[in-house]
């Protein structure tokens, strides 16, 4: 790749990324892009116009960015009558605007040659190969997620399923309630389930399958899943400031759905001693309830170590106002709407994560060595979290009482478990440690994810 960098190949060679509109599938393609861009290529990036419009930063100078209409040009999903309708409208407008996209690209001296598609919109797929480009479908969650998908899909896993545990190819014992909620919780979100399941629909036709982890990470199911696809590890797609560092430039994902609190959040932490301050966010999606707030408040206050916890606007009205009002927080927490959560995670001052173990999260907390609480709430975060605690031995999780709620007390006692001098926290900080290493290894170079990504430059090249 050097060879080619030097020579000034691949400047000519354009490929189009198009990730679905949620914060958690654009930080990972995007960063994938701009990797691809650093070994010259030429790379566009098309996002819908609502993505576009909300955004609060610009993208990076060596990605570019193209609007696509997906039928809800000002609002996105949030003007659709639900997700199904938001669903059809998607893939009809979208497929349209995508083929309008590739045409008109094709009278330019820089026709795509090569479609990263969102393996949640197979759609895409038939859509570029009308127009013969390469295709590459781009999975957004961890392997083994994938691989229950695969053979829920395909007929190998029943569901409703029965029994109390599951057992696969290349997957430890699963309990139930290790399975992703659309499985276990059968008819909970149909739409959702549809097009986790039809990530497989047609993705034979794929030129490859471009996967956020990497070989060591997951390991036997890789391995398995590598028989049947042609599948590539080329996480974790963490921009390489936290890395390798091979990327110049690269210090953040670049496209924020939401306005961060950078500065407050930092100015607090500088004000931390190292490892003493617990980070809580669950991510862009999730809901939690008014009761499961107070118990979170209630614990992260009891447990006597500082927090930084992200609430978003739209569930600011749970928080328990008699906490708010006693003004507790400016105490021992900062309350904050949204944070530039990398820094966060690479800021001495934090000594570990409770998370809801979105696929982002988790793999940004491996790659920077920070031990986990896992509060897993839906879709693929309950697996994530038994990967966390039994696989990689990262992090503990919480326990949930008869009515679902995670209680005061057993948040206090994992904080503590994790902050705490203890011999499970310091073999969780140890094991943190070792697979920070193994991330970095991995994309840096000549790593097993750097040789997958620089193959697929190549095979774009050649085409
Ligand atoms: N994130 C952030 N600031 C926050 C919370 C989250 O930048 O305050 C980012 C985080 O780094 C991750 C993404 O948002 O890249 C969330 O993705 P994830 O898969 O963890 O969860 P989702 O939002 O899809 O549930």
Not at 31 to 36: H, V
Not at 83 to 108: M, N, R, T, W
Not at 260 to 289: I, P, Q
Not at 369 to 386: L, R, S, Y
Request: aromatic content about 10%; proline content about 4%; charged content about 25%.
């Amino acid at each position: 790749m050097e060879k080619m960098k030097e020579e000034g190949a691949g400047d000519e060679t354009h490929v189009l990324a198009f990730p679905i509109p949620a914060q958690g599938h654009i930080n990972p393609l995007l960063q994938f892009c701009k990797r691809l861009a650093s070994k010259r290529l030429k790379v566009t990036l098309a996002l819908t116009l609502s993505t576009i419009k909300s955004a609060h930063n610009e993208v990076s100078n060596n990605v570019r960015v193209e609007g696509i209409s997906d039928g809800f040009d000002e609002g996105g999903i949030k003007e659709a009558e639900s997700p199904d309708a938001y669903f059809e409208h998607f893939e009809v407008v979208g497929s349209q605007s995508l083929a309008e996209l590739i045409k008109k690209q094709e009278s330019s001296s820089y026709p795509f040659k090569g479609l990263i598609y969102d393996s949640h919109i197979p759609w895409a797929l038939e859509v570029a190969k009308r127009y013969g480009l390469v295709t590459a479908s781009f999975f957004t969650q961890s392997c083994a997620n994938d691989a229950i998908y695969y053979n829920a899909k395909k007929g190998f896993l029943s569901i409703p399923v029965e029994g109390p545990t599951v057992s696969l190819p290349g997957l430890p014992i699963l309990e139930i309630h290790d399975l992703s909620s659309f499985i276990y919780n059968w008819g909970s979100y149909p739409t959702f389930l549809d097009a986790v399941l039809n990530q497989f629909k047609n993705v034979e036709k794929a030129d490859c399958l471009l996967l956020n982890t990497f070989d060591k990470l997951e390991d036997e199911v890789l391995k398995w899943m590598s028989k049947i696809y042609p599948i590539k590890t080329i996480g974790p797609t963490v921009p390489s400031i936290y890395l390798d560092k091979q990327v110049e430039d690269d210090k953040d994902y670049g496209l924020s759905l939401f306005e961060s609190s950078k500065e407050t959040c930092m100015d607090w932490l500088n004000m931390r001693e190292a490892g003493s301050v617990t980070y809580v966010s669950f991510g862009s999606m999730c809901e939690l309830g008014e009761e499961q707030m107070e118990e979170l408040a209630l614990g992260l206050r009891n447990s006597n170590h500082y927090f930084l916890w992200v609430v978003r606007k739209s569930e600011e009205n749970k928080l328990p106002k008699s906490l708010v009002a006693e003004d507790k927080y400016s105490e021992k927490g900062l309350v904050v709407a949204w944070c530039s959560q990398l820094e966060v995670l690479a800021h001495k001052a934090v000594g570990c994560f409770m998370t809801h173990c979105g696929w982002n999260s988790t793999i940004e907390a491996v790659s920077l060595g920070v031990p986990m609480i896992a509060m897993p709430q839906w879709t693929d975060q309950p697996m994530n979290a038994k990967f966390v605690v039994d696989v990689w031995e990262v992090g503990v999780r919480v326990k949930l009482d008869e009515k679902g709620i995670v209680r005061r007390e057993e948040i206090e006692k994992c904080v503590k478990e994790v902050m705490d001098q203890g011999d499970r926290g310091e073999q969780i900080k140890r094991n943190a440690f070792r697979w920070k290493v193994l991330a970095k290894e991995a994309v840096d170079e000549g790593g097993s994810s750097d040789k997958n990504i620089e193959d697929f430059v190549v095979s774009l090249l050649c085409t």
